[in-house]
């Protein structure tokens, strides 16, 4: 008796070194060998639970910590695992009950506190009476900033010069132009003809002055923004050319061709490289910022589909938040109007087993009406027009 009391410790501790190096699985087994030297420890199933919970395997941690709770009634830990396992499996009821009695035996405990709070608050959105209990000053809200369109020629009155202009006092020296700036202070003969200067146009400094090139058209100015966009694009485009000119033989002239012309043969180098292939995400934060670096929903799309739809619940675990949730069925909404028979097939494969992502149920309840009915048009573009009767967390969620 007294060797199997002491293989269950040394079970006990390896199952305490593998669930603190993330090796959920062997800390279950761990821990049943333990049960097994020792089934009057309450320790070894409340410690087994913990890994169930890490697993997502929400019934065996359920099962755990009732077992607990007939070798200790009073065993706050028990009651609050056994709460986020009922929170698991969807059943806020008895979690709500489980997190209750956890909180009577220890009131200053801050995370049985804060998982009570949460339930209560899920419980009064799923009964649609939250905005009687929760302050809206405590919900976080997008910060909108004002925009306001200001007329080009109102903008010119309302310019206030940034320095005031100095005083002449006599003290500062004073601006001297190197040349004149009026036609009446050139002289009025022009030093090659004679020609009086008033009937012919005067020439600066032609000689030291390079030439500037043709001047090109420029729009009209405009009073809306419309307008100008309208002129910019009527402006002609630039036409280059050139040949190869030679003083005996053949001589090779190049066709014109348009500046900036949407027809050109030629393309940039950046353009002409493939886009790298995303790399596939191997954890959620992996795929949240692969995500995010994306541009369009079929990009997103393409990186989804990367991951098997079996494996999404233990892929999420229970780090999965309203707002990617959010995010991924705007993605499917966008690429079903124009998805092929397969990619319509896998759409409905993701939706099956996403359901089944532990607490999504909780996260669903989070989303805003507008998003919620996303999923409704999603579901519609799938065949599926009504859940009236429907079995299942799908049937519940949009009945």
Known sequence: MWNLLEGGTVYADKGNEAFKQGRYADAVGFYTAAIIANREEPTYPLNRSAAYLKLGKFQDAQRDCTTVLKLNPKNAKAFFRRGQAWQGLDDLDKAHSDFWEAHQI???????????????????????????????????????????????????????????????????LKEVSSRSLKPSEIPTRSATNGTDAKTEPVKKAADSVPSPSPPQPQPASSSSFQEAKQARDTIRPSRIGGGIFRASGPTTVFPTREMGSSNSSTTSPASAQPKTKAPTPKTLSDLVRVWDAQSTPEERWEVLSTIPPTTLPSFCKSGLEPSFLASIFQTLHAILPTADLPTQVAVRSFLDYVVLVPRFTTIFLFLSKSEKEVVREVWKMLGVESFEGEPGAWGKLLK
């Open 106 to 172: 220890e009131p200053n405990n801050q995370a049985v506190s804060d998982a009570l709070n949460e339930i209560i608050f899920v419980q009064a959105l799923a009964t649609g009476s939250a905005k009687q209990s929760v302050d809206p000053s405590s919900i976080p809200r997008r910060r909108r900033v004002p925009i306001e369109i200001i007329d080009p020629s109102e903008a010119e009155k309302d310019v206030k010069p940034a320095v005031k202009a100095p005083v002449d006092d006599g003290s500062i």
